[in-house]
């Protein structure tokens, strides 16, 4: 099945720190990634989803100025938290898919980002 | 209404038994259907796909799409202790690859 890479897997750091996410298909080349958050016991929340070499879509209330989003490549998006604080802290999950034909196919999640602010 | 909805569980089943999950959706013209399984701490993996009416089968896996009664399920056979986990029913909108997840069917297969 296809494959992506999420590094780096868990993140402890100060308040204030920026951290960049990373995110990798291996073995397809990704029309669209997606950037999700999800709190304990809560479900999947969308934040932003992102196509090589455009602006991210970001979802309500999600601050774009805070969370920056890259996608250089069709392989290839990062996430920054730029100045993160305690409440930034959560399980930050990518995910990759592509259309073949008209038909789009599954999303595939990385292994996820655990992030704890300090 | 919620765009895709799924009872919370916990569902309970004893090994060997079939678990049968269920899912509605809002959105007649939804055009992808995924289940998803996701460990506690860990990230979503994609169980299956369906996209036409009927069944679709792999391994123990049968998942059934009825678009008419916007209605999707999964059934897992010989249901084991590793099955335990949370299983995401997702659906794409018309013309959208985001999906929208339902809440999550949380999974308990004692031996």
């Known amino acids: 099945g296809a494959v992506v890479s999420q590094h780096p897997s868990w993140v402890i750091c100060k308040s204030g720190t920026s951290v960049k996410i990373e995110c990798r298909s291996l073995d397809f080349q990704a029309t669209t990634m997606f950037w999700y958050r999800q709190f304990p016991k809560q479900s999947l929340m969308l934040m932003a989803t992102?196509?090589?070499?455009?602006?991210?879509?970001?979802e309500q209330g999600v601050e774009k100025d805070k969370f920056l989003i890259n996608h250089a490549s069709l392989t290839l998006s990062t996430l920054t938290v730029t100045s993160a604080h305690p409440e930034d802290s959560s399980f930050y999950i990518c995910s990759a898919s592509n259309v073949v034909g008209e038909v789009f196919q599954p999303q595939h999640f990385g292994d996820g980002t655990r992030l704890s602010i300090l | 209404q919620k765009e895709v909805e799924q009872n919370s569980g916990p569902l309970s089943v004893p090994e060997g038994a079939i678990a049968s999950l269920n899912c509605t959706y809002s959105?007649?013209?939804?055009?992808?259907f995924f289940w998803y399984r996701q460990y506690s701490g860990k990230s979503p993996e994609l169980i299956m796909s369906i996209y036409s009416n009927g069944d679709k089968e792999d391994g123990r896996f049968t998942a059934q799409l009825n678009k008419a009664s916007q209605y999707v399920s999964l059934l897992i056979r010989d249901s084991q202790p590793s099955d335990s986990a949370t299983y995401l029913c997702a659906v794409n909108g018309y013309n959208t690859d985001k999906l929208i997840f339902g809440t999550g069917t949380r999974l308990q297969v004692f031996p």
């Open positions: 992102s196509n090589e070499g455009s602006k991210a879509t970001y």
């Open positions: 959105d007649r013209v939804s055009q992808s």
